[in-house]
C-alpha cells in the first residue's frame, strides 16, 4: 500500500522507520519531513494543514493511508475533510475526527469529558471573563502551587505554575486578555497533583484498542528538572512505577472509560490516545489527553514495538485491531534529545551536523534537521533524538551518551542526567 505520514518532527522520523520494515508497504511519502525521514520515504513539500494540497497529491499518487503525526491537522479536521470528500473517503486516516481531537484541542472539553465519565483526574473550574470572580474563589480554595492552563492548542506553552495566590489571580486576566492568543480566550484552573508523571499510549479502532509501552519523559531544559519547559529533551521506556498492579487500575479506571465514553457520546476515533498520567500514592489520574503520539516519547515506544506498525493501522481502519497481535521487546530503550544553543528560547539554525555516521548500536531520529548543500543542518530547536536499546535502563543511557559524543554541530546540548531519576527508584 502507498502510505502519506504527515509532520517534520522526531516522532514522524521514528514512525517513517518503522512502516519502511513493513510487509505491507510500497511506496512512503512524508509531508513536509525532514532530512531524516528521506532516508526511508520520499518528503514531499507542503504543510499539514494544507489539506486541498494534500487531496491533489493523494489522488495524483494512490495513497491508500494517511498517518497523522502532529495535533494541528486532527483538531482542524483532517479525518473529517477526508470522510465526507467523495473523491478521497476511500482513503484510510489514522486518527480521529475533529469532535474526537477536542480532547486536546480544548482542556475544558476534556475535563467535562472526563467528569462525565468518571475519569480520575485534579479538580478544575473553567473560566471566561463572564465568571472570573468565580476564578478568585476557587484558587482560594485550593493549595498552592496553583495551574493554570489555556484551553486551546498553544504550543505546548499554555500552561502556568504559581505558588503566589495573588499572582495566579493576574495571571489568569492576562491569559484571558490574550497571552496565549485565543488559545487562553478559556482558563481551566486546576488542583496541582504531587506524583511521579508517565505516558500511556493507546492505539483504538473506536472500538477495541492496544495499549502501548509506557514512557516517562523529561520536559525542563535544565538537568535535575530545573529551567524553562521545552518539548522534551529526552524519554525513557519501560517505567519501573508502571507495574502490572498500577497499569490494571490504568486500564480499567482510565483506558475503558476513555474508549467506551467516546462510542457512548458518538464520538469517531480511529487513531492514538495520549493519556499524560500522573501516579498519586499508587492511584493513576489523568493529567492531560493527547490524540497522538507524543515526543520525544515516540522514539522509545516505536522501537520497543515488534509488531508490523502498518497491520496494526489496518486494524484499525477495518475495526480489526483485536484481531491484531502486538508484540513488545522487552529491552529497556532510552532517548536523549541534542538541541540547538539558546533553546527553548532564541537559537540558530542551519548548523551543519556531522559524526552521523560514525554512530553505532543507536537510532538517530531527526526532529529538526535539513539538507543544504549535501549537509545535513540544524533547522529547529531539538535536532537530533538518539535512541538505543539496552538490557538494562542503564545500558541504554550509557550508549546513547556514548553515539551523542560522536555527533557533533556548533552549540549543541543535551542533558547529561536522563533517566537518572528511574534508576533511583
Known sequence: MNVLLLGSGGREHALAWKIRNSSQLNNLYIAPGNAGTALHGTNVPFGVTDFHEMKRFVLNNDVDMVIVGPEDPLVQGVSDFFRKDEDICHVSVIGPSANGARLEGSKDFAKDFMKRHNIPTAAHKTITPANIEEGDRFLESLQPPYVLKADGLAAGKGVL??????????????????????ASRKVVIEEFLSGIECSVFVL???????????????????????????????????????DEVFMEKVRLRVVEPTIQGLRREGIDYKGFVFLGLINVNGDPKVIEYNVRLGDPETEVVIPRIKSDLLELFIGVTTETLNEKKLEIDERHAATVMMVSGGYPQA??????ISGLEEVSDSLVFHAGTAFKERNVVSAGG??????????????????????????RFEQSYCRKDIGQDIELL
Open 161 to 182: 505554575i504559581t505558588p503566589d495566590l495573588k499572582q495566579a489571580k493576574l495571571q489568569i486576566r492576562d491569559m484571558l486578555a490574550g497571552m496565549f492568543g485565543e
Open 382 to 407: 531539538r535536532v537530533l533524538s538518539v535512541t538505543s536499546l539496552g538490557a538494562t535502563l542503564k545500558d541504554a543511557l550509557k550508549t546513547s551518551y556514548k553515539n551523542i559524543a560522536k555527533i
Open 204 to 242: 483504538t479502532d473506536g472500538k477495541s484498542y492496544k495499549i502501548l509501552p509506557v514512557a516517562k519523559d523529561y520536559k525542563r531544559v535544565g538537568e535535575g528538572d530545573t529551567g524553562l519547559n521545552t518539548g522534551g529533551m529526552g524519554a525513557v521506556s519501560p517505567v519501573p512505577f508502571a
Open 347 to 352: 537559537y540558530e539554525k542551519g548548523k551543519v
